[in-house]
């Protein structure tokens, strides 16, 4: 697999690959440009000058090659979910719930677009200006560079790749290193389905060399992230040298409250969505699980139980569960943060086996709000750290002492109490009676403190990717 430049298929100027692995067996799938920042500047070169052609293309009509580009993806459904289920380790059922989710990202936001509408003043609102009239439009704000993370490639080019086109951008994707195979195959769709060259790129490498060159390229006029909290820090400081925007959705260590009241065998199904999709490789995952301490013992064993009936194994199987982690290295992660915690007095009641690069689900007990896990070590696996508490108060103090502050959510049947602990949580989504894993397409989906900046969403991303520009018609009533 090649770069996508300028509707070119490039190797890396220096002729560097990087080899792309499934992590399940390990086999070598492909090799991708290994970039460089000179990669970066012809890319962005290129973009700079496609974008204001495309600026020109009546909204319907790129409305009408995105549409092309959905009935592309459907046509190649099973082809891309093969892919993306070999080269990032989920399931091949999830895979395919992944790609089925592009229709909705892509038409909703052909859709949002057509009712994106300005602002009138009043006239005469304000001494001054009683004969002028004043309204707003938007136009596109450039090239928008989307760095896009392992775990969900194709929900989040979903999210930033249409979204960005639509409005009358240039894109340069910049895929994970681990998985970038199905972005490089959808960005060649986007190429058949008629977006012209330059419009749509797609440029791989490591994220310290690629990304950081597109965040302080000075040609670049939009930076949307995805990833950890780390990345994104480097690149605010990297876009800051050009004052460059970006939207940044980063990590998180999501509180899952269970209070006395709260149904156990809803919040045992909601664990296993929220914590064992993906393997746990979600931003927004149910990450920290406090539970009434007079109810803790029913509801582990009840956690214990349901996980014995989980099928971990290869992606591939239709019947698979839970699968591996994105590489081996991933895996070590996580055991080395099992072993730390237990360290900190921790107990394994279920699980804790890595094996390559899968670790089985695991359920760690006699976990206390001071040790890392209940703050902000962000363990991205298939972890269940149970954490007691005595009053709501004491939950909320739990879920508020990280310095992320994604999602979290509260299981009660005392709606006064739900809607006080959604109130009260530190975050960007408070879900009741469900998990923290909850990101329809229309929401606006962001983190507070530490988690990110801005929000991404059909609700509210094709604002972030244009430039409000005001029109003045000075006296014309007079």
Same mark, same amino acid.
């Given at each position: 697999?090649?770069?996508?430049?300028?509707?070119?298929?490039?190797?890396?100027?220096?002729?560097?690959?990087?080899?792309?692995?499934?992590?399940?067996?390990?086999?070598?799938?492909?090799?991708?440009?290994?970039? *460089?920042?000179?990669?970066?500047?012809? @890319?962005?070169?290129? +973009?700079?000058?496609?974008?204001?052609?495309? +600026?020109?293309?009546?909204?319907?009509?790129?409305?009408?090659?995105?549409?092309?580009?959905?009935?592309?993806?459907? %046509?190649?459904?099973?082809?891309? =979910?093969?892919?993306?289920?070999?080269?990032?380790?989920?399931?091949?059922?999830? +895979?395919?719930?992944?790609?089925?989710?592009? %229709?909705?990202?892509?038409?909703?936001?052909?859709?949002?677009?057509?009712?994106?509408?300005?602002?009138?003043?009043?006239?005469?609102?304000?001494?001054?200006?009683?004969?002028?009239?004043?309204? *707003?439009?938007?136009?596109?704000?450039?090239?928008?560079? @989307?760095?896009?993370?392992?775990?969900?490639?194709?929900?989040?080019?979903?999210?930033?790749?249409?979204?960005?086109?639509?409005?009358?951008?240039?894109?340069?994707?910049?895929?994970? *290193?681990?998985?970038?195979?199905?972005?490089?195959?959808?960005?060649?769709?986007?190429? #058949?389905?008629?977006?012209?060259?330059?419009?749509?790129?797609?440029?791989?490498?490591?994220?310290?060399?690629?990304?950081?060159?597109?965040?302080?390229?000075?040609?670049?006029?939009?930076?949307?992230?995805?990833?950890?909290?780390?990345?994104? /820090?480097?690149?605010?400081?990297?876009?800051?040298?050009?004052?460059? &925007?970006?939207?940044?959705?980063?990590?998180?260590?999501? =509180?899952?409250?269970?209070?006395?009241?709260?149904?156990?065998?809803?919040?045992?199904?909601?664990?296993?969505?929220?914590?064992?999709?993906?393997?746990?490789?979600?931003?927004?995952?149910?990450? %920290?699980?406090?539970?009434?301490?007079?109810?803790?013992?029913?509801?582990? =064993?009840?956690?214990?139980?349901?996980?014995?009936?989980?099928?971990?194994?290869?992606?591939?199987?239709?019947?698979?569960?839970?699968?591996?982690?994105?590489?081996?290295?991933?895996?070590?992660?996580?055991?080395?943060?099992?072993?730390?915690?237990?360290?900190?007095? +921790? &107990?394994?009641?279920?699980?804790?086996?890595?094996?390559?690069?899968?670790?089985?689900?695991?359920?760690?007990?006699?976990?206390?709000?001071?040790?890392?896990?209940?703050?902000?070590?962000?363990?991205?696996?298939?972890?269940?750290?149970?954490?007691?508490?005595?009053?709501?108060?004491?939950?909320?103090?739990?879920?508020?002492?990280?310095?992320?502050?994604? @999602?979290?959510?509260?299981?009660? %049947?005392?709606?006064?109490?739900?809607?006080?602990?959604?109130?009260?949580? #530190?975050?960007?989504?408070? /879900?009741?009676?469900?998990?923290?894993?909850?990101?329809?397409?229309?929401?606006?989906?962001?983190?507070?403190?530490?988690?990110? /900046?801005?929000?991404?969403?059909?609700?509210?991303?094709?604002?972030?990717?244009?430039?409000?520009?005001?029109?003045?018609?000075?006296?014309?009533?007079?």
């Amino acid at each position: 697999m090649r770069n996508l430049v300028n509707g070119k298929e490039l190797d890396s100027s220096d002729g560097q690959a990087i080899e792309v692995r499934n992590p399940a067996n390990n086999q070598l799938i492909a090799t991708v440009p290994a970039s *460089t920042p000179e990669d970066v500047d012809y @890319c962005v070169k290129y +973009a700079k000058e496609a974008q204001k052609k495309w +600026a020109e293309v009546p909204l319907y009509e790129r409305g009408r090659i995105l549409e092309k580009f959905i009935t592309l993806v459907e %046509r190649d459904t099973e082809t891309l =979910a093969m892919t993306l289920c070999r080269e990032t380790g989920k399931p091949i059922k999830e +895979a395919r719930a992944e790609i089925a989710n592009t %229709r909705t990202f892509v038409s909703a936001y052909i859709e949002k677009a057509k009712h994106l509408y300005g602002i009138n003043i009043p006239v005469g609102n304000e001494p001054g200006v009683e004969n002028t009239m004043q309204f *707003t439009i938007r136009q596109p704000i450039g090239v928008v560079a @989307c760095i896009i993370p392992f775990n969900f490639p194709c929900d989040l080019f979903g999210q930033k790749v249409p979204s960005a086109l639509i409005m009358g951008n240039a894109v340069i994707v910049k895929p994970s *290193t681990y998985n970038p195979l199905t972005l490089h195959k959808y960005c060649l769709l986007l190429k #058949e389905a008629g977006i012209p060259d330059g419009v749509i790129n797609c440029i791989s490498g490591e994220g310290p060399i690629v990304g950081q060159a597109l965040a302080r390229h000075k040609g670049v006029n939009l930076v949307s992230v995805t990833g950890s909290t780390e990345v994104g /820090i480097e690149t605010m400081e990297s876009a800051s040298r050009n004052l460059t &925007h970006v939207m940044l959705e980063l990590g998180g260590n999501d =509180a899952f409250i269970i209070d006395k009241d709260g149904d156990l065998d809803l919040a045992v199904e909601e664990l296993v969505w929220g914590r064992l999709y993906n393997t746990g490789q979600v931003c927004c995952a149910s990450k %920290r699980f406090l539970v009434h301490n007079s109810i803790i013992g029913e509801f582990t =064993a009840k956690v214990i139980a349901k996980l014995r009936r989980i099928k971990v194994g290869d992606p591939m199987n239709e019947d698979t569960q839970v699968g591996c982690l994105i590489n081996k290295e991933a895996a070590e992660r996580v055991q080395d943060q099992v072993r730390k915690t237990i360290a900190q007095g +921790a &107990h394994v009641a279920f699980g804790g086996r890595r094996n390559g690069a899968y670790f089985e689900p695991t359920v760690l007990v006699d976990v206390t709000k001071e040790m890392d896990v209940m703050k902000d070590m962000e363990i991205f696996g298939p972890v269940i750290p149970i954490c007691g508490f005595d009053t709501i108060e004491e939950a909320i103090e739990i879920a508020n002492q990280s310095t992320y502050g994604l @999602c979290g959510n509260i299981i009660t %049947r005392d709606i006064n109490n739900a809607f006080k602990v959604a109130s009260k949580l #530190e975050v960007g989504g408070a /879900i009741i009676n469900g998990s923290s894993f909850f990101r329809s397409a229309e929401m606006p989906f962001g983190g507070w403190k530490h988690s990110g /900046i801005g929000n991404e969403g059909i609700a509210s991303t094709l604002e972030e990717m244009s430039r409000v520009k005001t029109i003045i018609l000075k006296n014309v009533l007079k």
